[in-house]
């Protein structure tokens, strides 16, 4: 999924929760989303590392 796509669905989880008056679910949800976003983007580089080193070897 491209960035402007979590842009998306943070706006719609944003204005959801102005409507239900759940703001701090919607801050919680945010930092979870953000935190699978660095956890994927980690795994990520560490694909690459290790296809790196197995096609060096």
Known sequence: MS?????LYA???GIVS???GEIIT????GFILISLQ???RVLRELVKINQANIKGS
């Open 3 to 7: 960035n402007w796509l979590y842009g």
């Open 38 to 40: 660095n956890i994927h």
């Open 26 to 29: 919607f801050i919680m949800l």
């Open 18 to 20: 102005i409507i239900t």
């Open 11 to 13: 706006l719609v989880l």
